[in-house]
């Protein structure tokens, strides 16, 4: 980790996932056939499942969007977010659900970093409902919330 980052602590709950669907965090890039090293969910039950995890965020001027890095950060610079993964995207064969939900970092404020990293027993956390609207699992940017709050661990 360079001198100017800081890691930060996240934890991503879906509830009300469609039963018989497998979840999973990507970690690092596709390779050219679309597959990803995945990361199985760190709690589960019944209906919800959680992904414990950190982001380094390197410290920007003021005024400035944090930029977050890591091995599980998506997409552009100015627009990262992480891919929660469900059916064949999630290492399951035997379905016909293949999707990702992108879940933004975007909405994670300089406040909240701060927040977080004052309390070393609080976590950056999101809930998003894990059922889309067709029955199957959430995917794309089609999320319930994109709201991150800090919360116990």
Known sequence: MKQNEVEIPLRIT????????????????????????LVPPSRMDATSLSFFFSVRVAQS????????????TQGPPDKRFVYVNSGRSAGQPDTLWDRRAKIPLTTITPALIDEVRSA???????????????????????????QWRTVPK
């Open 14 to 37: 879906l509830y009300r996932v469609p039963p018989g669907v497998r979840f999973a965090l990507q970690k690092g890039k596709s390779d050219a056939k679309g597959n990803a090293e």
């Open 61 to 72: 001027k003021p005024g400035a969007s944090p930029r977050f890095l890591g091995e599980f």
């Open 120 to 146: 070393p027993n609080k976590v950056l956390a999101i809930e998003i409902e894990g059922k889309g609207r067709d029955g199957g699992p959430v995917c794309a940017s089609l999320l319930s919330s994109t």
